[in-house]
């Protein structure tokens, strides 16, 4: 069946870059339908302002362009970080979360514009173009998905070369760095070339959004972020609106080095995969959100939380942003974050942050006092000592059972 | 009921200090038992050699010094770091899995002497009585446990140092610090005092186990640490026991001011308490052990290991470890390590640590030609159109019934 | 101390028997406080009318009688169905859940009334003391709890009756059955003498509830039950209040012989304990609730789900309904009961029910056309190979480094 | 590319039946290479002799005939019963187990025949063309996978039977039943047909492994089934192998009616599905299991357990058996089973069963004298106090906290 006329008008996730080009120019070839471009602004730290021009010299209908750091912070970094969400014990989802959004986006583009397709420059080896695609198929579940790089033929830098020399889509001189990235308010990714040997190092140039701690100030410094209800409001005293405050703490992670890491991951199209993150705002938040729960958050509550965490990031990792099962866990995240209301006092120094203090005027359940003194209102020694004798009783039971047995 | 003559031979937990050199007085006093003085040495790094002079000095009939470093380090932090236990997000549960040892050499001991009794020093306000008693009941479940703390009037300073030199004790002339602590090769561990405000940073002199990371080397410093079935086995090269390996990175973690953490954290007794710990050497090796993971387990496996580590963790904290909840946890954990067989690179800098390289010879489930060449045989790009296809399935389907009641 | 005046004044929950009569008595004496009374008809299918003067009679100053039958069903019963709660594989909490609602009612008399202490009737070797008390201390943290069994030394029967017959207190000439029992609008629980004996089976004569199966209709009989957001609304289409509902299953329930259990559990206290139960209407909810979960009700939420019952369900069964984690836990239920709306068919037969058929004409996820044709709209077949093959892809690598290791 | 040769042999799961007798024609002309027939006993109560010269006839090399009855149940329903496996909290995932151990012997014989290809006859909207591949790529990650089902364009029963009348394959006269079934020692599902409509209660005539509980005997009877290790090894004292003990429950299930379930289940392809099961003697199974578990387990190990037992369940539905996640979460659930010895008593009446005794001479937990006597050794009841009193601390820091705030 032939591709050409089976779809009136796509609209493109567009960078403005060579691979996006070439894909806009390759779907109005292949697919003989207009393409809508569109670039949302997440805080990658790139000038949007040429793309609509480019994308109208290559061909596009219509390019829209839209500022998403507010709804990206507010909406998607911050209900994640309310959860701890951590991929594998390491990761903050940076490009993960991004995903969605920018689905979303790109889907109320495609029902203003009347579009019947929407597509995208992920390949077909990563992660990117599933959270594309479960995102797509949320907001419009008949919604025709083109994904180039599994269906065309240029799969060698050279072919793609050739393509573009053709359509006469101007080629960069020299790409900056060999390696692949990804960047927005929340994080910066890397992945490829020298990354592919997972024993040898990352170089030192590779990073962009943290200072090398080597060169990071000698003297710590500390910040104080206030949080309500689990999302931090203000830093230092100032308050800030979310992607002001991401950014804030951005600037203070780049000074101290702060937000690096190094993985190898588990990709959710099945193969292991080599990334460099880095981090620096997002690092900070998390640290700083565990000491105000310290002080705020139930035990039980915690513990609960926690155990599902693993999940949580494995669906926000996997691309089930949109998803029931998400939403449901984030009733029970939110939910927990009712309480946790403080501020937290955080110390950078050269690589690395820690809480230092944390306090809350209003929902801290710490006292000092129940340790020292009214013992007689609240805590009684001597109570301890039922308790431990209630919860050793099965333990005591098994032990007389295994004995009886051995005897 | 009189407790004199209740109890014919005790064993204490003695460490010679002030306290538990009352407590031994005391239980010969009110008990009129015997007392057997017990002391091991896990690695507080204090010298030992006095003890049974001191106890004997004191009352004790006998005083039994074990060493209990090798046992320690191998079949107590090792299993647990295999789990990758973290207390609470962030508590490497120094002082939690020194507990259990103590109780299992004290019974030995008990049994061996013939005594009917037990006693510790812990407090009736803390997790540690808990964690010794569970222990003791696990290895005879009808021992009589004597917790001093929860029974005496001796309720303050004064009123010990008084039973103290009414007794002939010999008081410190000054204690050197007015915080509580405990020590031993895991971690050292801080509380009370200038502690019990929250929001006040742990004074600089409080550190034993870490140099200001302000002092540390200028220059980072590579370790390359070796595991097998998830317990490491050498450093940089050479081969060491368990508590010598421990101890190794202990020195490595100390010189580059590794480890620290100010924590305000829920204790099992029902109320939140501050600690400060250090945990050096135990802090490099998650480090690198989840290095080795990554490169040698399955992605399934960490995720169900991880949803386990927050319930793993509380057993450890709560004083679980002899219990068959623990041990039924630890078949799954051990199982999970059989993979984990290789090499990790850590770079440590001034108060840190990070994996920077990790590679297995015999595990690794990396292969970076799954994502480029060889597309044929392992990985056919085209086949994730049908993956998201089929998991998207049922997201679909809920839009469209969405749609529908909204149409 | 004395506690003779260390009380003002008392609530009790009363239930007119010989026990909470001599408990009554026993207060005045002992405490010298004021009594009141406090009985709730949680639909014990006793006549509760006779209550405050026997309350008088015995010495307390005020009776309060309620009738809490509907709030038990809506607030309590309905939303732990929600969940699905069972314990240990098989018990509906019956008893656990009625404890958290009497707790609540009798603080709030004491509240009304200015009272300063409350005492129940629950013996200090079962789950009812900690449920009660753990309600009485979430609504007032600082209140008297007075726990008779675990202070007087009435400990056996005959003492027991002394005390009564001294005080005048009026003992039932025979009490009916040798074991004890619990009774509520939800179920009837059995324990102790007989039961004693775990194999042996339960005597006919205990079932109160539910008639004999081979007593049961030789017919069976349809029930169709309707759900909102989780809650059963109406039967055979006629629309009931909870507390109705829940009747009217139950007398199905009781015609067919549904909801006997016959249970050996884990006590929270740390014994194991044999309890025979009956929950003839409940048995039928959750079999129906299941049904309509089944077509509304996505495969990853009801995975979630499911995998923390075991969880919600000891919460309850430990008497933590007043608890942050279970207030937390039950946003994520009832987040996933929104769409949870639908009619289940059910079949009644002898002892047991089984759902036969369920529809739902807003929430039904269920199309059976995905199975046969409009294939080329949401189902293509060949989209499974790329499914199976990604999902293998980890699975493949594994072997291959399996036999590469071996070769 | 012509499939046309690509493969030499190919090994086919074969059922005599006309699909698979189809596909073995079709694999013959469409790949041209040599097919293997294989055929497994699993229980499915057909008598496979006749099965050779069938798959000779339309065209086979050769053909296999195993008996895996023994290991079925040894090795694949012991194990998953072990577990308490039970799918979206009904199905006991009899298909599912099944499924893995068909794929393995099917390999070996690939093995054996030096064959490069295996394939089966599974649709591409099902379960279980996963459940056969995952199995083929864990035990050769390079084999070549034929699903017909997904290749040809035999989309239609007519065109089914145009390719049998043209090819010579004899189709049987009438298909006994209009709804599809699979059979094994351990179940039959049907699906299909009038189960397309969920509302609609499947028909009688459909029901083979269970009588009619309406024409079930009047009397009830009795089973003592007794574990070792979580695993029956005798039925009213007869020691049975696995296979003879679970087709021993089977009569007795059948008598009975027991095992019956109707279904609206979701595949792991996306969709729902509604499956009516018969489970006759693996329904008596677990009722008996969890009847030993009462009197011998732990209740946190339970707890551990249950909790993981969605997630255990739909790694075998999903056809993970041969996995690291399955095999690592099943050496927790054999941890488990060492102490589950003993002996449940169990009742059979008109279409169910209950456990209404148990006992364990080696490792029973039970006392009931921890309720009564002895009370000094082991159960103090006063200790009840201080275990609610420090249980309910967290609680009662909370409400003075939100006392604190409201006040």
């Not at 609106?241 to 992670?253: D, F, I, M, T, V």
């Not at 693993?310 to 974050?337: C, H, K």
């Not at 009684?380 to 009783?393: M, P, R, S, T, W």
Request: glycine letters at 8%; one cysteine or more.
């Amino acid at each position: 069946m032939s591709k050409y006329g089976s779809v009136k008008k796509a609209v493109l996730a567009y960078s403005g870059g060579l691979d996006t080009s070439i894909i806009l120019k390759w779907l109005i070839e292949e697919y003989g339908c207009e393409v809508v471009a569109f670039s949302a602004d997440l805080g990658q730290g790139e000038e949007l302002d040429h793309i609509p021009q480019k994308a109208k010299d290559t061909g596009a209908v219509a390019c829209h362009i839209l500022d998403l750091r507010e709804e990206f912070v507010r909406d998607f970094v911050f209900p994640m970080f309310r959860a701890n969400a951590i991929y594998e014990g390491r990761y903050f989802l940076g490009t993960s979360i991004a995903r969605p959004l920018i689905a979303k986006a790109q889907m109320e583009i495609a029902a203003k514009e009347g579009a019947d397709a929407v597509s995208h420059g992920a390949t077909g080896k990563g992660n990117d173009q599933v959270r594309f695609e479960l995102g797509y198929y949320h907001f419009d579940p008949s919604v025709k998905v083109i994904a180039p790089w599994r269906e065309w033929d240029l799969n060698s830098r050279s072919a793609l070369e050739a393509y573009a020399k053709k359509h006469g889509i101007p080629i960069p001189t020299s790409k900056k760095f060999p390696w692949s990235s990804d960047r927005n308010l929340l994080h910066i990714s890397f992945e490829g070339d020298v990354l592919e040997d997972p024993w040898a190092e990352a170089p030192e140039e590779m990073y962009l959004l943290t200072r090398r701690p080597e060169d990071a100030p000698d003297q710590p410094e500390y910040l104080e972020i206030e949080f309500e209800k689990g999302d931090a409001v203000a830093v230092n005293g100032e308050r800030l609106s979310p992607a002001a405050l991401l950014e804030k703490l951005n600037a203070y992670g780049y000074e101290h080095g702060i937000g690096r890491l190094d993985l190898l991951e588990n990709r959710y199209v099945g193969m292991k995969s080599r990334g460099v993150y880095e981090t620096p705002g997002g690092t900070i938040l998390e640290e700083a959100h565990r000491g105000v729960e310290q002080i705020t958050m139930d035990r039980e509550v915690m513990n609960l939380r926690d155990s599902l965490i693993p999940r949580y990031a494995a669906m926000v990792y996997n691309g089930y942003w949109f998803s029931p099962e998400r939403e449901a866990l984030q009733t029970l995240i939110d939910e927990t974050q009712q309480t946790v209301n403080g501020v937290a006092r955080v110390k950078l120094y050269k690589g690395h942050c820690r809480v230092v203090g944390r306090k809350s005027d209003t929902h801290s359940l710490f006292n000092p006092e129940f340790a020292t003194f009214e013992a007689d209102e609240v805590y009684n020694q001597a109570d301890a000592e039922g308790f431990i004798k209630l919860n050793a009783l099965r333990l005591r039971i098994r032990s007389m059972m295994n004995k009886g047995k051995a005897g």
